[in-house]
């Protein structure tokens, strides 16, 4: 991978960056800290979205941060700035010196142990994340007319629309800290996104969809985004109410990673040292059916989620997180770590690149396969809310989706609450599709769970 550069967009080269660490370690030192590590970044980015066919908005976005952690002891400071100026580096981590002397100790502080961090090579590691994309404002502004225009060729019921979005972004770093550790690299986010909006009146339904990669051109078409928008948004016409009922219920697969992302919170280092989990001291106890894994690979090319070292400069490594249902390790960051008197897994700044897969599942279980493997009961496609109550467990969700009878989908329903508790949720999986769908770091099929309440007319 080349050094960010001018020519790639951005205003910083590495060098600078790398001055500018150094400069500010050293400034560290000189006020007496006996520990520090900083972070000093940029990124830049162009939107554009229409509606109507109609230029609707351009943002350019322009943003750059250093940020400094001074320790003295175990008592710690911190403090950033936009301006890297030489007075304003200086005076950004006389600040974070300043709050670190008046800050009470905490024997959990500290800069991560230096056998923990990332080697020279380990940091260096290329996982191919930067594909910078020279789109201008209007070559994004027709790429979106064309997603709308796909939208709306469809059908004659769509009627409307909520937009269509182009965006591209890209951003570099270099950290590093007085323990050795140095590393950076420039990363890229491009999307496309639809949506329309299908019916009249009191019937009106709108969906959405969209494309997101490191590499603009692994995107979908955006014609082929458009469509399928609009056909997800169709499908949720003439939507009704279900009587309350207890059901099997089948979340597609983009929903389906929310369950993987609960388990992350329950088993995550400050959830657990605070006891605000319903998962505290679950390692090595059984949190899934004994036919389901979960695996991690930070290092998995072009990932969303990978990384060669988390945000404290520890190495990242790849793991099984859950075998045949039993946990087999937390997310903890260096600082939660020795809360709970355990060692950091690497996940200063979350989980990399999880899949939860089943050994029950066979390449052709398909959706349609989900659906006559669900039988009779709901089809979630869409959740709203955030009623997930982390210490308990409790889990309550507005939803939207479809009636499935004799393993087909009847009618759409929404207005709808669906109800459980996650502990037994997750436990009560019962099959894990094939049609794999990843959503940010996580990938996942179409997830079976045996029963939840359902709360409707």
Same mark, same amino acid.
Do not use: C
């Given at each position: 991978? *080349?050094?960010?550069?001018?020519?790639?967009?951005?205003?910083?080269?590495?060098?600078?960056?790398?001055?500018?660490?150094?400069?500010?370690?050293?400034?560290?030192?000189?006020?007496?800290?006996?520990?520090?590590?900083?972070?000093?970044?940029?990124?830049?980015?162009?939107?554009?979205?229409?509606?109507?066919?109609?230029?609707?908005?351009?943002?350019?976005?322009?943003?750059?941060?250093?940020?400094?952690?001074?320790?003295?002891?175990?008592?710690?400071?911190?403090?950033?700035?936009?301006?890297? *100026?030489?007075?304003?580096?200086?005076?950004?981590?006389?600040?974070?010196?300043?709050?670190?002397?008046?800050?009470?100790?905490?024997?959990?502080?500290?800069?991560?142990?230096?056998?923990?961090?990332?080697?020279?090579?380990?940091?260096?590691?290329?996982?191919?994340?930067?594909?910078?994309?020279?789109?201008?404002?209007?070559?994004?502004?027709?790429?979106?007319?064309?997603?709308?225009?796909?939208?709306?060729?469809?059908?004659?019921?769509?009627?409307?629309?909520?937009?269509?979005?182009?965006?591209?972004?890209?951003?570099?770093?270099?950290?590093?800290?007085?323990?050795?550790?140095?590393?950076?690299?420039?990363?890229?986010?491009?999307?496309?996104?639809?949506?329309?909006?299908?019916?009249?009146?009191?019937?009106?339904?709108?969906?959405?969809?969209?494309?997101?990669?490191?590499?603009?051109?692994?995107?979908?078409?955006?014609?082929?985004?458009?469509?399928?928008?609009?056909?997800?948004?169709? *499908?949720?016409?003439?939507?009704?109410?279900?009587?309350?009922?207890?059901?099997?219920?089948?979340?597609?697969?983009?929903?389906?990673?929310?369950?993987?992302?609960?388990?992350?919170?329950?088993?995550?280092?400050?959830?657990?040292?605070?006891?605000?989990?319903?998962?505290?001291?679950?390692?090595?106890?059984?949190?899934?059916?004994?036919?389901?894994?979960?695996?991690?690979?930070?290092?998995?090319?072009?990932?969303?989620?990978?990384?060669?070292?988390?945000?404290?400069?520890?190495?990242?490594?790849?793991?099984?997180?859950?075998?045949?249902?039993?946990?087999?390790?937390?997310?903890?960051?260096?600082?939660?770590?020795?809360?709970?008197?355990?060692?950091?897994?690497?996940?200063?700044?979350?989980?990399?690149?999880?899949?939860?897969?089943?050994?029950?599942?066979?390449?052709?279980?398909?959706?349609?396969?989900?659906?006559?493997?669900?039988?009779?009961?709901?089809?979630?496609?869409?959740?709203?809310?955030?009623?997930?109550?982390?210490?308990?467990?409790?889990?309550?969700?507005?939803?939207?989706?479809?009636?499935?009878?004799?393993?087909?989908?009847?009618?759409?329903?929404?207005?709808?609450?669906?109800?459980?508790?996650?502990?037994?949720?997750?436990?009560?999986?019962?099959?894990?599709?094939?049609?794999?769908?990843?959503?940010?770091?996580?990938?996942?099929?179409?997830?079976?769970?045996?029963?939840?309440?359902?709360?409707?007319?």
């Amino acid at each position: 991978m *080349s050094s960010p550069s001018a020519a790639q967009g951005f205003a910083f080269s590495r060098e600078q960056f790398q001055q500018i660490l150094e400069d500010t370690l050293s400034q560290a030192r000189r006020l007496g800290a006996s520990d520090a590590g900083a972070e000093v970044s940029e990124g830049v980015g162009l939107s554009v979205s229409v509606r109507m066919g109609e230029l609707e908005n351009v943002e350019r976005n322009r943003d750059k941060s250093l940020g400094v952690s001074v320790y003295l002891g175990q008592r710690r400071g911190n403090a950033s700035t936009s301006d890297f *100026s030489a007075a304003a580096i200086a005076r950004t981590v006389q600040a974070a010196y300043d709050i670190a002397r008046f800050t009470a100790e905490d024997p959990a502080a500290g800069l991560p142990d230096a056998a923990d961090l990332a080697t020279p090579d380990e940091a260096a590691r290329d996982l191919d994340l930067f594909h910078p994309w020279a789109v201008d404002a209007e070559q994004a502004a027709e790429l979106a007319r064309r997603a709308e225009a796909a939208s709306f060729a469809v059908d004659r019921r769509i009627t409307n629309s909520e937009g269509a979005a182009v965006s591209a972004q890209q951003s570099h770093f270099w950290a590093g800290n007085t323990r050795g550790f140095r590393g950076g690299y420039a990363a890229s986010r491009h999307y496309v996104s639809a949506s329309p909006i299908a019916g009249k009146g009191r019937d009106m339904q709108r969906d959405a969809w969209y494309t997101s990669m490191r590499d603009a051109a692994e995107l979908a078409a955006p014609e082929a985004v458009g469509r399928y928008a609009a056909e997800r948004a169709l *499908s949720r016409l003439k939507s009704r109410r279900v009587p309350t009922a207890v059901v099997p219920v089948l979340f597609e697969s983009t929903v389906a990673a929310g369950l993987l992302g609960a388990l992350v919170q329950a088993t995550s280092g400050g959830a657990l040292y605070r006891k605000a989990s319903f998962l505290v001291d679950s390692l090595g106890q059984p949190v899934l059916p004994a036919h389901v894994d979960v695996h991690e690979d930070p290092h998995q090319p072009k990932g969303k989620g990978s990384a060669p070292f988390d945000d404290e400069g520890v190495r990242t490594r790849a793991r099984t997180v859950v075998e045949a249902g039993v946990l087999q390790g937390y997310f903890l960051s260096s600082y939660s770590a020795r809360k709970l008197g355990m060692k950091t897994t690497g996940h200063a700044g979350g989980s990399q690149n999880l899949s939860l897969t089943s050994r029950l599942t066979r390449p052709g279980d398909d959706l349609d396969a989900m659906l006559r493997k669900l039988g009779r009961g709901l089809f979630v496609t869409e959740l709203m809310g955030q009623g997930v109550n982390y210490v308990t467990g409790d889990y309550s969700r507005g939803a939207a989706g479809f009636w499935v009878e004799g393993g087909r989908i009847a009618y759409p329903v929404h207005e709808i609450t669906i109800a459980g508790n996650m502990k037994d949720m997750l436990k009560g999986i019962v099959a894990v599709g094939a049609d794999v769908y990843v959503q940010g770091n996580k990938s996942v099929g179409s997830i079976l769970l045996d029963r939840l309440k359902l709360a409707g007319a």
